[in-house]
């Protein structure tokens, strides 16, 4: 569904009925008002492309109207239509890089008149107009690198030679938004208005009037000159160091120097070969099927109930993970009151809470106002009868049943009966967890990440009971709290920790039989892991995994074997980070290899008898990620998992796997599902029947 509005001021009428475009009003002379207006996000799809060159094209053959101002709704336009990039969507003509050219070219001045977002496209939009004029409360940004490519509809060229390399690349290589002011400040855009449409109105007049055209973006030289060679040299190793694998950074760099050194025809040209390239790259493909994954998870397929309004929720622990849980809420405006035992343990929260803020606020990661605003909106409280009114408890305490159906007995007897309870566990069973509670439709996994007001994930987790509000409330969260929900089955470990468990146990297996561990964390970070599996179990605490692993191997199947690697160190007296010593030895947060580590492996190994393997890199990292794989495909095959997409936002948005890779279920289609299959039947030979091949791994080949 498009419309592309034109206004018409006091101009003739034009016959414009075979476009779908309208003359609304009449009032204002000489100025043709396009507006875009294409829910949801006014993406620049074939017909809208189509609609607005001949929307201009009507403009500027009416003899009475002098300048056009081009104009969005509540949004200006969320750039390029991502739903054509899938390859199996004609695209209509004219092409995103040829309505800019026109644009740029028109006769009659155009004046950009920004209201809510103008995003990728629709900031390349703008940057070919005379004059660009927002809103204060206007955003800008080109995130396309997000999407593995560059802004290639002449946002390379133009933007750089408005607001200089440095500030083009940071825009362009982080995909970040700006807002108004600072894209007024970049010299992005001309001015800021509250009364938009009548300002932009009035300069494109003014324009009209004097025949004083702006130099066009394109034309621009004054911030392009005097960069060298060694100054691109070294954005580009910078660019290349940050980004982990992905290739459109160094891309937009040297595109960059291309709009700083070549004629602007031939930079455009440049632009678009290196666009055309990183479009053929596979990245670009996995970064899009991610972007439409994360949006399809946070519908639940026959789920039709309206979430719940809540305004008050309480946390109950305040140690990392409840002090996080706290600032995520009290950063999207939720009032949050956070309890604790006693009075000194709310208290260390919360100093913890205002030590985080006064961090963020010297990174500049939010200003001083809102952090004082978010700060206000937590209250301490002791003990759970105090909570008072709250219409959502997420519970964070430590990890044992006993104690967490002990907390839901009491908490449903202290809150209100609407009153959702949600526990933040990461393993445990909610049914077990829910049968304390007169209110089982109530209860439901909520399963934060740490740090939990910067990690982007939420794992929903639904119990046998649990009522459909209550999952459409709890879905609806993440939204609010800026993050991605996915809903998970009730089992052990969830969608995420339950494959964790085969990659972080195949990556213990190895160093049983012999491979370094700082190789194998080695590979993986090479793959772009943000930490290999094994530093991974040091942060953690190894602590943790002995005694969760104690626990699991109780319900083992017979023949499982465990990798006792973790316990082999922690026996030795290494908790992992915390103490110090674990896998590696650390200074700070500094990891370094131990040569005592080596001894304790090897006497391990030895006294075991485990045969050594010689194993390649690409065989180490098969290794870690084809059983994950394996895992994800048992969860869709029961019920864990609701969509492969969905294991693929989990593991992205939880656990770092590279987002250019997809995911590891998009990652095991690429490489081969038979490869999958292959490792499982081997695996399984070797470690119990838990890692055998998932049973569906032959219709999964077949579905696509
Ligand atoms: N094209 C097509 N559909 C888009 C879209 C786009 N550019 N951006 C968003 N949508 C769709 C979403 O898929 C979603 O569809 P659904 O309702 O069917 O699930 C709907 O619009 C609403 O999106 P969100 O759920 O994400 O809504 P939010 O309000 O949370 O966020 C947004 C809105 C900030 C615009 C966010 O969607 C976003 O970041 N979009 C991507 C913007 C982007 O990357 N633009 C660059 C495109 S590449 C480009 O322009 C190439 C050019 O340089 C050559």
């Known amino acids: 569904m498009y419309r592309t509005r034109v206004f018409i001021f006091s101009a003739p009428i034009l016959s414009l009925r075979e476009i779908r475009v309208s003359i609304i009003e009449r009032t204002v002379s000489g100025i043709a008002i396009l507006q875009i207006d294409s829910p949801p996000v006014n993406a620049f799809g074939g017909a809208v492309r189509a609609a607005l060159a001949r929307g201009l094209a009507a403009a500027c053959a009416a003899p009475d109207i002098n300048a056009i101002v081009l104009c969005g709704t509540t949004l200006f336009s969320a750039g390029a239509d991502i739903t054509e990039f899938s390859g199996d969507k004609v695209r209509l003509k004219p092409m995103l890089w040829d309505l800019f050219t026109l644009l740029e070219a028109s006769p009659k001045p155009v004046v950009a008149a920004v209201d809510g977002l103008a995003l990728g496209g629709g900031t390349e939009c703008i940057l070919a107009t005379d004059y660009r004029i927002a809103t204060p409360s206007a955003r800008f940004g080109l995130p396309e690198v997000k999407l593995g490519i560059l802004p290639g509809a002449g946002g390379t060229q133009r933007l750089p ?44 007049k003014a324009i009209a009037a004097t ?13 392009v000159s005097g960069f060298d060679r060694a100054y691109f040299a070294e954005q580009r190793s910078k ?28 930079g455009l040209r440049f632009e678009r070969s290196l666009l055309d390239a990183l479009r053929a790259n596979p990245q670009h493909m996995a970064l899009t099927t991610l ?22 929720v309480a946390v109950i622990g305040a140690g990392t993970m409840g002090v996080g849980i706290a600032m995520a809420f009290a950063n999207a405006g939720v009032d949050v009151v956070l309890s604790e035992v006693d009075t000194a343990a709310v208290q260390r929260g919360l100093s913890t809470i205002g030590q985080n803020y006064e961090n963020a606020v010297s990174r500049k990661a939010i200003d001083r106002d809102a952090a004082d605003a978010a700060r206000a909106r937590i209250e301490p409280a002791v003990g759970l009868e105090a909570l008072g009114p709250v219409d959502l408890v ?8 006993a104690l967490k159906q002990q907390l839901f007995a009491t908490l449903d007897r202290v809150t209100p009966q609407h009153t959702i309870l949600g526990t933040n566990t990461s393993s445990l069973d909610i049914d077990e967890i829910a049968k304390t509670t007169s209110r089982p439709g109530k209860v439901v996994g909520v399963h934060f990440f740490a740090p939990a007001n910067v990690m982007k994930l939420l794992e929903n987790v639904r119990g046998s009971l649990t009522d459909d509000t ?38 213990e297996f190895m160093v049983e039989h012999g491979i370094a561990p700082t190789r194998i964390d080695a590979v993986a970070e090479a793959f772009g892991m943000p930490m290999g599996p094994l530093a991974l179990r ?9 005694l969760v692993r104690k626990q699991r191997m109780a319900r083992q199947p017979l023949g499982t074997r465990t990798p006792l690697v973790v316990e082999a160190l922690h026996a030795a007296g290494r908790l992992g980070m915390k103490s110090g010593k674990g896998f590696y030895r650390y200074e700070g947060r500094r990891r370094l290899p131990d040569p005592d580590v080596t001894t304790i492996l090897e006497e391990h190994v030895r006294r075991n008898g485990f045969a050594r393997l010689a194993l390649t890199d690409q065989q180490i990292l098969d290794r870690l990620l084809l059983p994950l794989v394996n895992e994800g495909a048992k969860e869709l095959a029961d019920g864990t998992a609701i969509r492969e997409g969905d294991i693929d ?21 690429r490489v081969g599902l038979e490869r999958v299959k292959a490792m499982a039947d081997e695996l399984g030979q070797c470690f119990g029947a838990n890692w055998m091949p998932a049973s569906n791994l032959d219709g999964l080949l077949k579905s696509h």
Request: glycine share 8%; hydrophobic share 45%; proline share 6%.
């Open 211 to 223: 025949g004083n055209r702006p130099t066009a973006a394109l034309r621009r030289t004054d911030k």
């Open 394 to 401: 997420v519970e964070a305490i430590p990890e044992e049943m």
């Open 649 to 669: 936002v989990v593991w992205s948005s939880g656990y770092g796997f590279p987002r250019h890779e997809g995911g590891p279920m998009y990652w095991g289609r």
């Open 291 to 312: 972007f439409q994954a994360e949006r399809a998870a946070a519908k639940v397929p026959h789920l039709v109930a309206t979430p719940a309004p809540v305004s008050r």
């Open 538 to 546: 040091d942060l953690v605490g190894l602590d943790v995994t002995v």
């Open 239 to 266: 660019a290349v160091a940050k980004a982990r694998g992905l290739a459109a950074p160094a891309a937009i760099v040297d595109c960059v120097e291309a709009a700083c050194t070549l004629p602007p025809r031939e």
């Open 161 to 204: 030679r408005l607001i200089g390399p440095q500030a083009a690349i940071d825009l362009m290589t982080r995909g970040h938004t700006i807002d108004a002011q600072q894209a007024l400040a970049l010299g992005m855009i001309d001015a800021i208005a509250e009364d938009l449409l009548s300002e932009a109105i009035a300069r494109a």
């Open 470 to 507: 209550t999952i459409a409330t709890v879905m609806a969260l993440g939204k609010r709290l800026g993050k991605v929900s996915v809903l998970a089955g009730n089992c052990d470990g969830f969608i995420g920790n339950r494959m964790l468990h085969y990659y972080s146990c195949s990556a």
